[in-house]
Protein backbone atom coordinates (compact mmCIF):
# COMPACT_ATOMS: atom_id res chain seq x y z
CA UNK A 1 0.00 0.00 0.00
CA UNK A 2 1.39 3.88 -0.72
CA UNK A 3 0.21 4.74 3.06
CA UNK A 4 0.07 4.00 5.70
CA UNK A 5 -2.46 2.06 7.59
CA UNK A 6 -4.33 1.08 11.41
CA UNK A 7 -6.75 -1.45 11.68
CA UNK A 8 -9.67 -1.55 13.50
CA UNK A 9 -10.38 2.15 12.12
CA UNK A 10 -13.29 1.87 15.26
CA UNK A 11 -12.98 -0.23 18.74
CA UNK A 12 -15.58 0.06 21.24
CA UNK A 13 -14.35 -1.92 24.48
CA UNK A 14 -16.01 -1.94 27.95
CA UNK A 15 -14.11 -0.51 30.67
CA UNK A 16 -11.27 -3.28 31.74
CA UNK A 17 -10.93 -4.94 28.64
CA UNK A 18 -7.67 -5.15 26.59
CA UNK A 19 -7.76 -3.87 23.16
CA UNK A 20 -4.71 -4.10 20.53
CA UNK A 21 -4.15 -1.17 17.65
CA UNK A 22 -2.35 -2.06 14.63
CA UNK A 23 -0.12 -0.03 12.04
CA UNK A 24 1.41 -0.64 9.02
CA UNK A 25 3.96 1.73 8.14
CA UNK A 26 5.05 2.66 4.73
CA UNK A 27 7.10 0.55 3.26
CA UNK A 28 11.16 1.03 4.17
CA UNK A 29 10.11 3.49 6.41
CA UNK A 30 12.43 3.63 9.58
CA UNK A 31 10.66 5.68 12.02
CA UNK A 32 7.11 4.91 13.50
CA UNK A 33 5.30 7.09 16.24
CA UNK A 34 2.14 6.96 17.93
CA UNK A 35 0.18 9.61 18.93
CA UNK A 36 -3.22 10.03 20.89
CA UNK A 37 -5.83 12.76 19.97
CA UNK A 38 -8.71 13.74 21.91
CA UNK A 39 -11.51 15.03 21.01
CA UNK A 40 -11.38 18.55 20.29
CA UNK A 41 -8.03 18.80 20.96
CA UNK A 42 -4.25 18.65 18.69
CA UNK A 43 -2.60 14.96 18.89
CA UNK A 44 0.02 14.36 21.48
CA UNK A 45 2.95 11.81 21.53
CA UNK A 46 2.84 9.07 22.85
CA UNK A 47 5.64 6.55 21.55
CA UNK A 48 8.84 5.89 19.10
CA UNK A 49 10.35 3.65 17.21
CA UNK A 50 13.40 3.14 15.14
CA UNK A 51 13.15 0.04 13.47
CA UNK A 52 12.36 -2.19 16.28
CA UNK A 53 13.63 -0.43 19.09
CA UNK A 54 11.43 1.99 21.02
CA UNK A 55 13.51 4.91 21.96
CA UNK A 56 11.38 7.05 23.29
CA UNK A 57 8.42 6.30 25.35
CA UNK A 58 7.96 9.39 27.24
CA UNK A 59 4.38 10.08 26.40
CA UNK A 60 2.79 6.60 27.54
CA UNK A 61 0.61 7.93 30.29
CA UNK A 62 0.42 4.77 32.01
CA UNK A 63 1.90 1.35 32.23
CA UNK A 64 -1.66 0.29 30.81
CA UNK A 65 -0.04 1.15 27.76
CA UNK A 66 2.77 -1.06 25.79
CA UNK A 67 3.75 -0.39 22.09
CA UNK A 68 5.99 -2.97 20.09
CA UNK A 69 7.61 -3.42 16.62
CA UNK A 70 9.80 -6.47 16.92
CA UNK A 71 10.84 -6.65 13.25
CA UNK A 72 10.67 -3.27 12.33
CA UNK A 73 8.19 -2.77 10.53
CA UNK A 74 3.99 -3.44 11.94
CA UNK A 75 3.32 -2.03 14.93
CA UNK A 76 0.87 -3.11 18.09
CA UNK A 77 -0.16 -0.32 20.58
CA UNK A 78 -2.22 -2.43 23.67
CA UNK A 79 -3.81 -1.34 26.23
CA UNK A 80 -4.78 -2.82 29.23
CA UNK A 81 -7.89 -2.29 31.60
CA UNK A 82 -8.96 0.28 29.61
CA UNK A 83 -10.44 3.18 31.32
CA UNK A 84 -12.80 5.56 30.23
CA UNK A 85 -10.22 8.49 30.19
CA UNK A 86 -8.48 6.37 26.75
CA UNK A 87 -11.21 6.73 24.62
CA UNK A 88 -9.29 9.03 21.71
CA UNK A 89 -7.95 8.75 18.18
CA UNK A 90 -5.02 6.69 18.15
CA UNK A 91 -2.83 7.97 15.20
CA UNK A 92 0.32 6.50 13.81
CA UNK A 93 2.58 7.87 11.71
CA UNK A 94 6.24 6.90 9.66
CA UNK A 95 8.71 8.47 8.39
CA UNK A 96 11.81 7.82 6.27
CA UNK A 97 14.98 7.96 8.23
CA UNK A 98 15.69 8.28 11.57
CA UNK A 99 16.44 11.93 10.81
CA UNK A 100 13.70 14.48 11.10
CA UNK A 101 11.35 13.56 7.77
CA UNK A 102 7.98 14.65 7.70
CA UNK A 103 5.46 12.19 9.18
CA UNK A 104 3.19 10.75 7.09
CA UNK A 105 -0.10 9.67 9.13
CA UNK A 106 -2.48 6.56 8.90
CA UNK A 107 -6.24 7.30 9.67
CA UNK A 108 -6.37 6.65 13.16
CA UNK A 109 -8.55 4.16 14.52
CA UNK A 110 -11.35 5.76 16.88
CA UNK A 111 -11.65 4.16 20.37
CA UNK A 112 -14.27 4.22 22.79
CA UNK A 113 -14.34 3.03 26.19
CA UNK A 114 -17.95 2.34 27.97
CA UNK B 1 8.61 25.25 27.35
CA UNK B 2 8.21 24.37 23.96
CA UNK B 3 4.42 25.41 23.08
CA UNK B 4 2.39 25.40 20.21
CA UNK B 5 -0.61 28.27 19.96
CA UNK B 6 -3.32 28.55 17.54
CA UNK B 7 -5.27 31.21 18.48
CA UNK B 8 -8.43 31.18 15.78
CA UNK B 9 -10.80 27.96 17.09
CA UNK B 10 -12.47 28.98 13.92
CA UNK B 11 -12.52 30.66 10.67
CA UNK B 12 -14.27 30.73 7.92
CA UNK B 13 -13.30 32.74 3.87
CA UNK B 14 -15.94 32.28 0.78
CA UNK B 15 -14.56 30.17 -1.63
CA UNK B 16 -12.29 31.91 -4.15
CA UNK B 17 -10.49 34.09 -1.77
CA UNK B 18 -7.32 33.89 0.63
CA UNK B 19 -7.47 32.64 4.06
CA UNK B 20 -4.65 33.03 6.76
CA UNK B 21 -4.26 29.97 9.69
CA UNK B 22 -2.36 31.48 12.75
CA UNK B 23 0.49 30.26 14.69
CA UNK B 24 3.12 31.16 17.13
CA UNK B 25 5.33 29.28 18.69
CA UNK B 26 7.68 29.01 21.21
CA UNK B 27 11.30 27.33 22.28
CA UNK B 28 15.02 28.27 23.15
CA UNK B 29 15.82 25.31 20.73
CA UNK B 30 17.95 27.08 17.75
CA UNK B 31 17.11 23.80 15.18
CA UNK B 32 14.05 22.96 14.41
CA UNK B 33 10.86 22.26 12.32
CA UNK B 34 7.48 23.62 11.50
CA UNK B 35 4.52 21.70 9.67
CA UNK B 36 0.96 22.35 8.79
CA UNK B 37 -1.22 19.22 8.74
CA UNK B 38 -4.87 19.36 7.80
CA UNK B 39 -7.46 16.49 9.04
CA UNK B 40 -10.93 16.45 7.34
CA UNK B 41 -13.21 14.67 8.75
CA UNK B 42 -12.27 11.49 7.66
CA UNK B 43 -9.33 11.65 10.33
CA UNK B 44 -6.44 11.34 8.87
CA UNK B 45 -3.65 13.94 9.37
CA UNK B 46 -2.49 15.52 5.59
CA UNK B 47 0.54 16.73 5.42
CA UNK B 48 0.45 20.56 3.56
CA UNK B 49 3.79 22.28 4.02
CA UNK B 50 7.22 22.05 5.86
CA UNK B 51 9.37 25.32 7.17
CA UNK B 52 12.72 24.59 8.80
CA UNK B 53 14.34 27.09 11.25
CA UNK B 54 17.22 27.86 8.93
CA UNK B 55 15.05 27.98 5.89
CA UNK B 56 16.04 32.19 4.45
CA UNK B 57 12.69 31.81 2.20
CA UNK B 58 9.03 31.06 2.84
CA UNK B 59 8.13 27.39 1.89
CA UNK B 60 5.21 27.39 -0.45
CA UNK B 61 3.91 24.25 -2.13
CA UNK B 62 0.84 25.03 -4.46
CA UNK B 63 -2.28 27.08 -2.98
CA UNK B 64 -0.34 26.85 0.10
CA UNK B 65 2.56 28.85 1.56
CA UNK B 66 4.12 29.27 5.04
CA UNK B 67 4.49 33.01 6.45
CA UNK B 68 7.45 32.97 8.32
CA UNK B 69 8.14 35.09 10.85
CA UNK B 70 11.16 33.95 13.06
CA UNK B 71 12.03 36.61 15.36
CA UNK B 72 8.21 36.73 16.22
CA UNK B 73 7.68 33.05 16.41
CA UNK B 74 5.00 33.30 13.82
CA UNK B 75 4.35 30.61 11.43
CA UNK B 76 1.16 31.12 9.73
CA UNK B 77 -0.73 28.88 7.24
CA UNK B 78 -2.01 30.66 3.78
CA UNK B 79 -4.32 29.20 1.62
CA UNK B 80 -4.76 30.95 -1.82
CA UNK B 81 -7.96 30.73 -3.81
CA UNK B 82 -9.95 28.63 -1.48
CA UNK B 83 -12.09 25.46 -2.39
CA UNK B 84 -14.67 23.90 -0.46
CA UNK B 85 -12.19 20.80 -0.12
CA UNK B 86 -10.52 23.12 1.78
CA UNK B 87 -13.15 22.90 4.91
CA UNK B 88 -11.65 20.41 7.64
CA UNK B 89 -9.09 20.92 11.00
CA UNK B 90 -5.58 23.02 10.05
CA UNK B 91 -3.25 22.24 13.13
CA UNK B 92 0.84 23.73 13.20
CA UNK B 93 3.18 21.35 14.76
CA UNK B 94 6.67 22.09 15.47
CA UNK B 95 9.86 19.53 15.83
CA UNK B 96 12.88 19.78 17.83
CA UNK B 97 16.41 18.83 16.40
CA UNK B 98 16.34 16.63 19.79
CA UNK B 99 13.88 14.29 21.56
CA UNK B 100 13.70 11.90 18.65
CA UNK B 101 11.65 14.26 16.40
CA UNK B 102 8.06 14.02 18.07
CA UNK B 103 5.85 16.60 16.98
CA UNK B 104 4.24 18.91 19.26
CA UNK B 105 0.90 20.13 18.07
CA UNK B 106 -1.84 23.06 18.37
CA UNK B 107 -4.68 22.69 19.34
CA UNK B 108 -6.12 23.20 15.94
CA UNK B 109 -8.82 25.94 13.91
CA UNK B 110 -11.53 24.55 11.69
CA UNK B 111 -12.01 26.48 8.54
CA UNK B 112 -15.19 26.62 6.61
CA UNK B 113 -15.26 27.42 3.06
CA UNK B 114 -18.16 28.84 1.97
CA UNK B 115 -20.04 29.06 -1.84
Known amino acids: GAGVSQSPRYKVAKRGQDVALRCDPISGHVSLFWYQQALGQGPEFLTYFQNEAQLDKSGLPSDRFFAERPEGSVSTLKIQRTQQEDSAVYLC????????????FGPGTRLLVL | AQKITQTQPGMFVQEKEAVTLDCTYD???????LFWYKQPSSGEMIFLIYQGSYDQQNATEGRYSLNFQKARKSANLVISASQLGDSAMYFC????????????FGAGTRLAVHP
Open chain 2, 27 to 33: TSDPSYG
Open chain 1, 93 to 104: ASSGGGGGETQY
Open chain 2, 93 to 104: AMRLSGGYNKLI
